[in-house]
């Protein structure tokens, strides 16, 4: 396969085109951005621990039935993957409180939540991403009912299957962000990354953080906590 030109480059990754139909190449930065971008530094390691992370993830996902863009991994910080066009909706799951959901809710971080919260949402970098329901998905024609159904069914799916893997490595997930795409014949697929950028995830006897809050909170120890992720993943080599 040839990489060819650059498509897009967005705050953590670049997408290329190649010279086979339907595929493109997603390569990992190091550049980390927080608060819409305000933030900027860079992770040192982090483009290689999103991506084997990422690609491992959806291979689990897709043994789970969760179908994904995911092809082949091509070197450290480069995959293959199915070319998509993104549903503008981040899709948010929370299983304890942090974050903007503390902040606007008033709850403190670490109050397990009574269930599952699923929320969106709308994937648009000039308006700050703001919290929509699925009224203003529908009404604003950013997805309909049944690509809303579809999403929501993967999502509940993916949390499940990731909780369980996390556990399994000692880390508790707390929350995090997936997207999805549309394949050319409308088919909708998990795309974009799981990785410490988009997961928050906690030691499950300590509480130490070890995801990107480390860097939008300046924590300290940043690669340190992506590169114990990977350790206890298994991911490195
Ligand atoms: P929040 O509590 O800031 O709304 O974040 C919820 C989850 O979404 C958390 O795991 C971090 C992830 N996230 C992203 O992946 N990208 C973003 O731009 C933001 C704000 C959060």
């Known amino acids: 396969m040839k990489?060819?030109?650059q498509l897009y480059e967005?705050?953590?990754?670049?997408?290329?085109a190649t010279d086979e139909d339907g595929v493109v190449i997603v390569d990992y930065k190091d550049d980390a951005t927080a608060f819409?971008?305000?933030?900027?530094?860079?992770?040192?390691?982090?483009?290689?621990?999103?991506?084997?992370?990422?690609?491992?993830?959806f291979g689990l996902l897709e043994k789970d039935g969760v179908p994904t863009h995911f092809i082949k991994e091509l070197s450290d910080r480069e995959t293959a993957v199915k070319k998509v066009s993104i549903v503008p909706l981040e899709v948010i799951v929370r299983n304890v409180a942090a974050g903007s959901f503390s902040k606007r809710m008033g709850v403190p971080e670490g109050k397990e939540l009574?269930?599952?919260?699923?929320?969106f949402s709308y994937k648009n970098d000039e308006l700050g991403?703001?919290?929509?329901?699925?009224d203003y998905a529908l009404a604003l024609g950013l997805a309909t009912q049944d690509e809303i159904d579809t999403i929501k069914k993967y999502t509940r799916k993916v949390n499940e299957c990731l909780k369980k893997y996390f556990l399994s490595a000692g880390m508790k997930l707390i929350d995090f962000k997936i997207e999805f795409g549309r394949l050319p014949d409308g088919t909708?697929?998990?795309?974009?990354?799981i990785s410490p950028d988009t997961c928050r995830l906690w030691d499950v006897k300590t509480n130490e953080k070890l995801d990107k809050d480390r860097f939008r909170?300046?924590?300290?120890?940043?690669e340190e906590a992506y590169n114990e992720v990977f350790?206890?993943?298994?991911?490195?080599d």
Request: hydrophobic content about 35%; glycine content about 12%.
């Open 10 to 16: 967005g705050k953590a990754k670049k997408v290329f």
């Open 188 to 193: 909708i697929i998990l795309a974009d990354e």
């Open 114 to 119: 009574l269930c599952p919260i699923l929320e």
């Open 231 to 236: 350790r206890r993943l298994g991911l490195k």
């Open 129 to 134: 991403d703001p919290f929509i329901n699925d």
């Open 217 to 222: 909170r300046d924590l300290g120890n940043v």
């Open 36 to 57: 819409n971008g305000e933030k900027k530094g860079t992770i040192m390691g982090k483009g290689v621990v999103n991506n084997k992370m990422s690609n491992y993830v």
């Open 3 to 5: 990489k060819l030109e």
